[in-house]
């Protein structure tokens, strides 16, 4: 049972909030009754941030923002062709995912993770892909990220994949999408 969401001055939740049409939204959820309720798997901690308070969660925020930038903690991002250092960012807020929604998530990730792995190491193996003319040679032979010097260095490797990330989403209808895929090394300075 979802308790309502408190709404107004002094809330976390502005009076402006509602239902925005065609999104989905992770902290609230339409009731039978028709009002906002906190979902479920937000409620305990959605009660705690209530008792903290926006102000002390602006202070924490702003708090971990200047701890960040006193350290030097950032990330490297090419914009226009250029590296540049950009102040990393944590949000106090963490993002709620209920057990059976990370559940099938985990699992569609560990399936993407396996065929990437199984691509890369048929590319610098035995290129059944290329052969049975599902990937044009070109395509990856003329790639520049293609390293003919490692062609077959993955044949006896259990997994070839050192690295896989993903960036998922969530539709309107409440399913989740992977929107990209990443192999390569994270950036950083």
Known sequence: MSEAAPRGRGSLIGPDYGDRVGTWDELLATQANGTLGVREHWQRL???FEQLGARDLETRRQEARRLFR?????YSAATEGE?????????PVPYLIPASDWARMESGLN???????AILKDLYGPRHLIRGGMVPPQ??????GFLLPA????????AGLAMYAADVARGADGAFRVVSDRTQSPSGP
């Open 46 to 48: 959605f009660g705690a």
């Open 70 to 74: 006193e350290n030097g903690v950032s």
């Open 83 to 91: 590296a540049r250092l950009r102040p990393f960012e944590l949000d």
């Open 111 to 117: 399936q993407r993770a396996r065929l990437l792995d």
């Open 139 to 144: 395509l990856i032979l003329r790639h520049p």
């Open 151 to 158: 062609d077959a260095s993955l044949v006896e490797a259990q």
